[in-house]
C-alpha cells in the first residue's frame, strides 16, 4: 500500500510542471464537438485520481488523456474508437461503463432479472391470496367506506 | 493522564457490553428475572463510559495534545476550534469511536421508552445490541485505539485533511450515523422477536418509532453528505454513485422498504418473513458499508486510512452478527398463522408491490458496488462500474415506485377495485398532465423529454398525496399524524425528483478563460471578473476571484471563489463561490492560474438544485411527524388478543 | 427451504469479500500483456539526435523500465537496477517519462545509470502508448517483443525473479 502511495504522490510532483490544457468552445472546428468531449469526459476514468472523472480529475495523466481526446475528436475519430483506444492501454478499468461481454452480462441484465422475479413473486403471492378471498368479505368491508382509506 | 482515563473507561465499557449482552440474555432463558433486570443498568453504565471515553478524546484535540498520535495525525493547533473537535471522528479510530457511542446512546434511549415491552423481549433486545458494542469495542481497542501515545511527542501536528475543514464535517457524520447506526434498533427488535417467537403486531408497533427515527436520521445524513460534496469538492457534482455514497445509500433504500413493510405488519399481522428479513438485512448492509469504507476492497473518496487486518476483524464480525441472524431466520415459523393477504389492488398489494421494489432497487446498488470486486476475485479482470451504470439501471426502477405512490397511498385496505381507485385517480393525474406540459413546454425551446417524464412522475405523487389529505381530513375532521407524516413524506420524495430533473435536464457550464476585466454572457447572465488578489486564512493561503453577476442590468450576485494552499500538507484546494437561491444556484469554480491576469473557470448555473435537499429535509420530517404524539395506529385484532396472553410481567420503574 | 435463501446468499458475499481483502483495487493490470511493444521512433537521452526505434532491441528479452527523475519511488528500485546492470543477465532499457533532459542526466550522473539506452519521453506520449499512468513501471520483454510482465511501483527482489522467470518459461517454451 505504501508503494502505491508513493507512486501516486510521484505523480503529483511531476503534473505540477505542466501547462494549463484548456477545453472550451474555442478548443474544436465543429459545432458538436464540444458535446461529445463533455460526454465522453464523464464516460473514462482517472487513473490516478481513481475517484474522479477525467472531466474533474487533476492529475497530469489526466490532463494527458483529455488532450489525446481532443486531438481523436479533431482527427474525426468516432466515440467508439476512442474508447477502443483508451481501452487497448489502459484496459477496461478505464471505462465508467462497463462493456457487454461475457463478464458483465450479469452486471446489465441481473437488476431486470430480479425485476421479473420481484414481480413474479408478487404475482404469486397476491394470486394464492385471491382465491381465499370470498366476495362476501369483500361487500362487508366495503360499506366501510371512507373508514378504510385512513392509515 | 485525560487520555488514559479515556482508554481506561472504554476497557471498562467492553467489560460492561459483555455483561450486557450475556447477562441479560441468560437470565431471559433461565427466566431469573434479577438477571434481566440488569440490563438497563448495564446498557446505561456503557453509554456513560463510553460518553466519558469520548470526552476525554475531545479534550485531547481541544487541547491539541500531541502525545497522542491520533491527535498528531489529524489535527494541528493552528486549527481553529470547531475544527479541532469535530477532527475527532475526521479519521478511523475517533469516528469508530463515534459509532460505538451512538450505538450506546441508542440503547441508552431504549431503556427511557421500554415499559410497553415485554421484560424477556426488551432483555433480547438490549443483549443484542450489548453483542454489537462488545464486537465494536474489542475491535477499537485491539486495531484502532485513538488513545495511543506517540512518546516523545512531535513539534506539531499534521493538520486535518483541508478537505475535512469544513462545517461539513461537523454534521455530516454524526447525522449518518445516527442513522446507520439507529437502525441496529429494529435489528435487534428482529433477532429479539425471533428468538422469543414474538413476531406481531404489537411488535410492530413497537419497533416502529424507532425505525423511523433512525431512517430520518439517515436520510438527512445522507442529504448533509450530498450538499457538503457539491459546495466543498469544486465541481458542482451532488451525487457520485461512490462506493461508500452507495453504502449509505443502500441502508436508507432497503429501510424505506422497511418502514412500510412495519406498518403492514402492525395493521394486519402479516408479511412477517418480509418486515424481520428487511429488518435485518437493512442492518446488514450498514455492516457491510462498514467494512466497505475501513477494509481498502473497494476504492473511494471516502475510505478511510485501509488496512486488511482491520477488515478480516470486522468481515468476521459481519459474519457472525448477520450470519447468525440469518440463520435465526431460516428457523423462523410464526407462532400464529397469518391472515389472508388482501386483493391484487388493496393496500398491502401496493406496499409490497412498494417493499419489493425497494429490494430491486437496493440489490441493483449493491451489484453495481460490488461487481468490480466479484469480477476481480473472480481473476477476470478490473472493471469500473460508475455513474454511468448506474443512472441507466436505477433511475427506471425509481419511475414504476413514483407511479404507484400516488395510487397506494389512496388504496382501501383488504380490498379495493380498479374503478374505484381510477376515480380517485382522475383528478390528479388531470393536474399533473396539464402542469407538466405548461411548464415543460414553458422552460425552453429544446427541453429534454426526460425533463418531462420526471415532471409527470413527480407532480403525479404531488397531486395525489394531496387529494389523498384533502380527503382525509375531511372524512375524519382532523389531521392526524401518521396521515399527515405520509404526505409532508410523500411530497418531499416528489420534490427530490423534481430538483433532480431540473437541474439534470437544464443545468448549464461553460469552461473558459478569463481576464481581469472581463466580462461574458452566459446562461441568461453577464459575468464580469472584477479581480483576484491574495488571502490568508489561519492555516493557508491563497487567491480569491471576485465575480460580478448581472441579469439584464440588474445585480444579481457577488461571487468569491478561491484556490487555497494549506501550509502543513501542501495541498491546494479549491473553494467554490456559490451564489445559492431557490430557483437557481450560479456557481463559480477557480481552475488554473494562467498568467498574472488570466485564470481558467468554470462557471455554472443549476436550476433549483436546492430541491434536492429540501425534499430530502421534508422526507425526514415527514417520518418525525408519524411519530405522532397521540394518534396511534389501529392494530389487528388478532394480534392485541394474543398479545394479552404472551405477555408476563411489564418493566417497572 | 425458501428461507435458507437468504443466509446462502450472505455466505456467498462474505466469501467474496474475503477474497477481495487479497487484492488490490488500485492496481490495474495491463492489456498490453502478450502484445507486442509498439513500434515508435523515439530520441535517445544522451545524445539527442540519434533516433531509435524501439524495434531494434528485438533478439533478446530486456527489461523497460520507466522513471523519472522527480519521482521518489524510482530511487528505491534504482540500486537493484544497477545491480542487475552489473551481473549483466538482462539487458535494461529506461524511458525516461514526462521529464528535462537535464534533470534525468543529472539524476543518472548522481545515481548511477544500468540503462543500455535511455528513451526520452518528455510528453509521456509513448508512456501513453504502452499504458503508463505511473512512475515507476517496469515492463519485461521477450525476445520477440512481446510484453510478457508488466510490473507497476517500485521493484524489490521477488518481483525481479518472478518475472525473468516468466520470460525464461516464455524462452523455453518457444525453443
Not at chain 2, 157 to 167: A, H, V
Not at chain 3, 10 to 39: H, M, N, Q, W, Y
Request: hydrophobic content about 50%; glycine content about 8%.
Amino acid at each position: 500500500m505504501k508503494i502505491l502511495a508513493f507512486l501516486i504522490f510521484s505523480m503529483f510532483i511531476g503534473s505540477v510542471n505542466g501547462q494549463t490544457f484548456l477545453v472550451d468552445e474555442k478548443t474544436f472546428t465543429h459545432a458538436g464537438s464540444q458535446l461529445r468531449y463533455d460526454a465522453l469526459m464523464e464516460e473514462l476514468r482517472c487513473l490516478v485520481c481513481q475517484n474522479q472523472s477525467l472531466a474533474d480529475s487533476g492529475a497530469g495523466l489526466a490532463q494527458d488523456l483529455r488532450k489525446k481526446v481532443v486531438a481523436m475528436i479533431e482527427n474525426g475519430n468516432s466515440d467508439q474508437e476512442i474508447k477502443d483506444y483508451m481501452v487497448q492501454r489502459y484496459g477496461e478499468f478505464i471505462l465508467y461503463r462497463p462493456r457487454l461481454n461475457y463478464a458483465t452480462v450479469m452486471l446489465w441484465f441481473g437488476p431486470f432479472v430480479l425485476l421479473l422475479v420481484a414481480i413474479g413473486v408478487i404475482m404469486r403471492i397476491v394470486q394464492s391470496s385471491q382465491s381465499n378471498h370470498t366476495k362476501k368479505k369483500v361487500s362487508s368491508e366495503n360499506k366501510l367506506c371512507d373508514d378504510e382509506e385512513r392509515s | 493522564m485525560i487520555p488514559e482515563i479515556g482508554h481506561y473507561a472504554l476497557v471498562l465499557a467492553l467489560s460492561v457490553a459483555a455483561l450486557q449482552a450475556a447477562v441479560p440474555m441468560i437470565g431471559a432463558r433461565m427466566g431469573a428475572d434479577n438477571l434481566i433486570m440488569l440490563a438497563k443498568p448495564l446498557a446505561r453504565a456503557q453509554f456513560l463510559l463510553i460518553a466519558t471515553s469520548f470526552i476525554t478524546l475531545i479534550i485531547a484535540f481541544v487541547l491539541t495534545d500531541l502525545t497522542v498520535s491520533y491527535v498528531v495525525a489529524n489535527s494541528n493547533s493552528a486549527l481553529p476550534l470547531f475544527y479541532r473537535i469535530s477532527a475527532v471522528w475526521g479519521a478511523h479510530e475517533g469516528s469508530l469511536l463515534l459509532w460505538v457511542l451512538i450505538l450506546s446512546a441508542w440503547t441508552f434511549a431504549l431503556t427511557l421508552f421500554d415499559k410497553p415491552l415485554p421484560l424477556k423481549l426488551n432483555a433480547d433486545i438490549i443483549g443484542i445490541l450489548g453483542i454489537i458494542s462488545f464486537g465494536f469495542l474489542l475491535f477499537t481497542l485491539f486495531t484502532s485505539n485513538p488513545f495511543d501515545r506517540v512518546i516523545p511527542p512531535p513539534q506539531s501536528g499534521r493538520d486535518l485533511n483541508p478537505l475535512l475543514q469544513d462545517f461539513g464535517l461537523i454534521v455530516h457524520p454524526p447525522m449518518l450515523y445516527m442513522g446507520y447506526v439507529g437502525f441496529a434498533v429494529p435489528f435487534a427488535f428482529a433477532v429479539a422477536g425471533l428468538l422469543n417467537n414474538q413476531i406481531n403486531s404489537a411488535w410492530a408497533k413497537w419497533v416502529r418509532p424507532w425505525t423511523l427515527i433512525a431512517w430520518a436520521f439517515l436520510g438527512l445524513g445522507i442529504a448533509l453528505g450530498s450538499w457538503w460534496a457539491y459546495y466543498e469538492l469544486g465541481w458542482g457534482g451532488w451525487w457520485f454513485w461512490d462506493p461508500v455514497e452507495n453504502a449509505s445509500f443502500m441502508p436508507w433504500l432497503l429501510g424505506t422498504a422497511l418502514i412500510h413493510s412495519v406498518v403492514v405488519t402492525q395493521k394486519k399481522a402479516i408479511f412477517k418473513h418480509w418486515t424481520v428479513l428487511l429488518a435485518i438485512v437493512t442492518f446488514g448492509l450498514s455492516l457491510v458499508g462498514t467494512f466497505l469504507v475501513r477494509s481498502g476492497v473497494l476504492t473511494s473518496v471516502h475510505a478511510f486510512a485501509t488496512d486488511p487486518a482491520r477488515g478480516v476483524f470486522i468481515l468476521m464480525f459481519l459474519a457472525i452478527v448477520i450470519g447468525g441472524a440469518l440463520l435465526v431466520f431460516t428457523f423462523y415459523k410464526p407462532d400464529a398463522p397469518q391472515e389472508p393477504h388482501g386483493s391484487a389492488l388493496s393496500r398491502e398489494s401496493f406496499l409490497l408491490t412498494n417493499s419489493v421494489l425497494l429490494s430491486v432497487a437496493t440489490a441493483t446498488v449493491l451489484l453495481g458496488t460490488l461487481y468490480p470486486l466479484m469480477i476481480d476475485a473472480l481473476g477476470l479482470g478490473k472493471i469500473s462500474v460508475g455513474a454511468p451504470y448506474f443512472n441507466s439501471v436505477f433511475i427506471p426502477l425509481m419511475a414504476p415506485l413514483l407511479i404507484l405512490i400516488g395510487l397506494g397511498q389512496r388504496a382501501f385496505w383488504t380490498n379495493d377495485s380498479f374503478r374505484r381507485l381510477s376515480n380517485a385517480a382522475k383528478y390528479p393525474l388531470l393536474a399533473t398532465i396539464i402542469l407538466a406540459l405548461g411548464t415543460w413546454g414553458m422552460i425552453d425551446d429544446t427541453s429534454p423529454i426526460m425533463a418531462l417524464f420526471g415532471l409527470v412522475l413527480a407532480l403525479w405523487v404531488i397531486f395525489s398525496t394531496l387529494a389523498g389529505q384533502i380527503r382525509h381530513y375531511r372524512s375524519s375532521k382532523k389531521l392526524t399524524s401518521p396521515y399527515l407524516g405520509q404526505s409532508i413524506s410523500h411530497i418531499g420524495f416528489a420534490i427530490t425528483v423534481i430538483g433532480i430533473t431540473l437541474v439534470s435536464s437544464y443545468g448549464l457550464e461553460k469552461h473558459l478563460r478569463m481576464s481581469e476585466g472581463e466580462t461574458t454572457t452566459f446562461g441568461g447572465y453577464e459575468f464580469r471578473f472584477a479581480g483576484a488578489s491574495a488571502i490568508s486564512g489561519p492555516n493557508y493561503n491563497g487567491t480569491e476571484a471576485i465575480f460580478l453577476v448581472h441579469s439584464e442590468n440588474k445585480f444579481e450576485a457577488r461571487l468569491a471563489p478561491q484556490k487555497r494552499n494549506y501550509h502543513s500538507g501542501g495541498q491546494t484546494m479549491t473553494e467554490a463561490g456559490i451564489s445559492p437561491g431557490f430557483t437557481r444556484d450560479i456557481y463559480i469554480a477557480l481552475g488554473e492560474k494562467i498568467n498574472d491576469t488570466d485564470w481558467s473557470v468554470r462557471l455554472n448555473i443549476k436550476p433549483f438544485v436546492r430541491l434536492i435537499w429540501l425534499g430530502a429535509i421534508l422526507m425526514a420530517l415527514g417520518a418525525i411527524t408519524a411519530l405522532g404524539f397521540g394518534n396511534a395506529t389501529k392494530t389487528s385484532h388478532q394480534s392485541q388478543k394474543s398479545y394479552r396472553i404472551n405477555t408476563t410481567t411489564r418493566i417497572s420503574e | 427451504m425458501r428461507q435458507l435463501i437468504p443466509f446462502s446468499i450472505f455466505i456467498i458475499l462474505i466469501i467474496f469479500f474475503a477474497i477481495g481483502l487479497t487484492k488490490d483495487p488500485r492496481l490495474i493490470p495491463s492489456p498490453l500483456v502478450g502484445e507486442s511493444l509498439p513500434v515508435r521512433q523515439l530520441d535517445e537521452l544522451r545524445t539527442a539526435e540519434t533516433t531509435l526505434l524501439t524495434s531494434n532491441l528485438i533478439g533478446s528479452s530486456f527489461i523497460l523500465n520507466v522513471w523519472a527523475s522527480w519521482c521518489a519511488a524510482c530511487l528505491e528500485e534504482h540500486h537493484l537496477l544497477m545491480e542487475l546492470a552489473t551481473q549483466d543477465a538482462i539487458p535494461i532499457v529506461g524511458l525516461n517519462y514526462k521529464d528535462t533532459r537535464q534533470d534525468a542526466l543529472r539524476w543518472l550522473d548522481k545515481n548511477g545509470d544500468p540503462y543500455l539506452q535511455t528513451w526520452f519521453d518528455p510528453a509521456g506520449e509513448f508512456g501513453m502508448e504502452l499504458g503508463v499512468y505511473g512512475v515507476p513501471e517496469t515492463f519485461f520483454v521477450d525476445m520477440t517483443g512481446t510484453i510478457r510482465h508488466k510490473h507497476i511501483g517500485p521493484l524489490d527482489r521477488s518481483n525481479i525473479a518472478k518475472a525473468i522467470d516468466i520470460l525464461n518459461a516464455e524462452q523455453n517454451s518457444s525453443l
